[in-house]
């Protein structure tokens, strides 16, 4: 799969295991049922972009070897990214977290700080990210992020 800029997934969609090669565009894509990228393995750049997840998403244990962009991505459901591997760092700017949201293993100094102020979390840019009903991580990032 090359592009599914824009696509509408009605359904439950199951890329568990897929690995995807080259670059990756799911731009604009809207999920309505729930997405399974449960270790799945991207090893060009993937575009999430303006993604919406309407019914939760799971990325555990998926590898992402070159940038991954989830910049103002929606996630209305739950958010797993249990064990997931950024080699190349991401981009969770303006996204929206509505749901119960888990970063853990690999990516938890990025994930607990929400912000791009320390030298591991470097390659993140969650600036401007809403996780709800909490919101103060925006409040901190709003405050030391530089445009």
Known sequence: MDSANGATFAKRTN?????????????????????????????GEANFKETDFSAGVDFSGTTFTAGVDFSSATFSGRAHFLYTTFTAGGNFR?????????????QAAE?????????????????????????CATAVCKRHCIN
């Not at 303006?94 to 690999?106: A, D, I, K, N, V």
């Not at 994930?111 to 919101?135: G, K, M, N, Q």
């Open 15 to 43: 890329f568990s295991s897929t690995e995807f090669s080259g670059r990756v565009n799911f731009f604009r894509a809207t999920f309505a049922g729930e997405a399974n990228f449960l270790r799945a393995t991207f090893t």
């Open 94 to 106: 303006e996204s929206q977290f509505r749901g119960r949201t888990l970063f853990t293993g690999r």
């Open 111 to 135: 994930a607990h700080r929400l912000c791009p102020l320390s030298t591991v979390a470097s390659y993140f840019d969650f600036c401007d990210l809403a996780i709800e009903p909490s919101l």
